[in-house]
């Protein structure tokens, strides 16, 4: 290896360096901090009056808070591409809880969803959704140009977990799964055309699907009742119609934590999950309610600037998996309480209650967050530095 020479000028390049995103942590914790004082709100009435502790639902979300910021640490501490390596593991074990599920899962409103673990249930089609977007990335790493052999890979492998969840019954993951997935193709590459053609493909098994009477009951009539909100609304749209005079009765300023009609007198059915925006909105108004927004909207922001930062295809296509997630969760969230769409009883990111999602949201935020402080360091510029 050659020696500088005594005296002459060399480049120092500056390099970025690997630093925490402020941002999206603070983000998480206040809008972690807001959902638990939510679910004392909203929750603290009805235990009042069965006799419990008013804050034992917020104290056990609590507890799923503590476990969902280890999981966050750790996956930010193993390095995206360890993740890679794993990818395989993470999703065959997934696939695992998703036959379990079926197989001795708890029957709770005429769904089996949860495997119940003592103390708490364990809901696999949540842990689902991180384990997805890392098996597509992986997928579609490699790939120097989306090919349809490719894209029925990619649809292959979203179809296995997605029919396990399809048989509990769980549309609305199915939904989460199909969004991201498309997100993810157009990401890698998949042009226009290729979009659209799936796009079509979609609607017709959609169609085909209520036609053939493969859908549950329950299921096809959400989706009439959503498009006919006229009828049947003490049966079928009887959530959205208490959620929205919670909204509205927010108005601009709220009607003050703690202060909500609807929430108080526990109108509103699901509150603590399902329909956790209409507590935000009765109580803290319009401005509280586009805030919640406003912070979800930067949240995504920064999972499209850690895409954009990676250091190799695989980071650029899981945060913007993960950017898909949180944006298509939210949007469904609100829009569904708000009446623009039907319900499908997906949680709003941070603020439902519920423990699966929350820590399984928390791991893929922590891959998300390994790709960002493991990114490449670029070089910035160069500096001259005299060497002696």
Do not use: C
Not at 117 to 141: D, F, M, R, T, W
Not at 201 to 224: D, G, H, M, P, W
Not at 291 to 300: H, N, P, R, S
């Amino acid at each position: 290896m050659s020696q500088p020479i005594p005296g002459q000028v060399q480049l120092r390049p500056q390099v970025e360096r690997s630093r925490p995103d402020f941002v999206m942590i603070t983000i998480i914790a206040s809008l972690t901090a807001l959902g638990l004082l939510m679910i004392l709100s909203t929750s603290g009435p009805r235990l009042e009056a069965e006799g419990a502790a008013r804050a034992s639902e917020m104290v056990r979300q609590s507890t799923f808070v503590v476990l969902g910021a280890v999981v966050f640490l750790v996956a930010t501490i193993l390095s995206d591409r360890q993740w890679r390596l794993l990818t395989p593991w993470v999703y065959a074990g997934t696939l695992f809880l998703l036959v379990l599920v079926l197989i001795i899962g708890e029957l709770i409103q005429g769904a089996a969803r949860w495997i119940p673990l003592g103390v708490v249930n364990l809901q696999p089609s949540e842990v689902a959704k991180p384990a997805v977007i890392l098996i597509l990335a992986a997928l579609l790493a490699g790939a120097v140009k989306v090919k349809w052999l490719r894209i029925l890979q990619a649809f292959a492998l979203v179809g296995v977990p997605a029919v396990l969840i399809f048989l509990q019954p769980d549309l609305g993951t199915m939904l989460v799964f199909g969004f991201v997935a498309v997100v993810m193709l157009f990401v890698a590459g998949t042009d226009v055309r290729q979009i659209v053609i799936l796009g079509l493909l979609a609607l017709a098994a959609l169609i085909f699907s209520i036609e053939a009477n493969v859908l549950q009951e329950y299921q096809v009539k959400r989706l009439t009742g959503f498009l006919n909100p006229g009828e049947q609304t003490l049966e079928i749209n009887y959530n959205q119609n208490q959620s929205q005079i919670a909204i509205a009765g927010g108005s601009m300023f709220g009607q003050g934590l703690f202060e909500g009609t609807q929430t108080n007198l526990a109108f509103v059915p699901a509150q603590t999950t399902d329909f956790i925006f209409t507590a935000v909105a009765e109580q803290l108004g319009f401005v509280g309610a586009a805030t919640v927004i406003g912070l979800y909207a930067v949240l995504v922001f920064r999972l499209l600037v850690i895409s954009s930062a990676a250091r190799d295809r695989f980071g650029q296509l899981f945060a913007a998996g993960m950017a898909a997630m949180i944006a298509f969760h939210v949007f469904v969230n609100i829009g569904m309480t708000i009446g623009l769409l039907p319900v499908t009883g997906l949680p709003l990111p941070f603020l439902s209650f519920g423990g699966s999602f929350y820590i399984s949201t928390l791991f893929g935020l922590g891959v998300a967050h390994s790709i960002w402080v493991h990114r490449s360091r670029v070089p910035l510029g160069a500096v001259p530095s005299r060497t002696v």
